[in-house]
């Protein structure tokens, strides 16, 4: 949830219900995406939203893809992907120094080859800044 340019965290041990009062720590937006980058959690944004699929970023470890409901654009895709391929590029976590981030959706080069693209990065330190990126495998 967003709130005068602040982000809130709801502890990982809290549920929402009725019964549950999650626990609500008030945090920048920069430890927001420190705090998904290092469980591993990517989000597409919208310089992002037609680089991956949702294997490429671990969506379907966390159960957020349906492979057996619904009807979506990109369906057919996913499931093939899911049950007959062989995924190609998987995300992974970068640790940078610099004082630069990149921004979402840069390629990566090494030797003046494209090895994959950043999902999205933030600043761990004055020098040092941490990424999801998906890379190729």
Known sequence: TKVNNSYYIINDNNYLNKNIIPIITKTSYNEWYLTQIFNGFAQTLPSTSSLF?????????????????????GQEIIARMQYLGNLKRKVYTLKLNGENIPLPG??????SKNIGTIAYAAHSGNTVSYSLCVLNT
């Open 53 to 73: 699929i949702p294997q490429m970023i671990n969506l379907q470890n966390i159960q957020v893809v349906s492979f057996s409901k619904g009807c979506y654009t």
């Open 106 to 111: 840069e390629d990566i080069y090494e030797d």
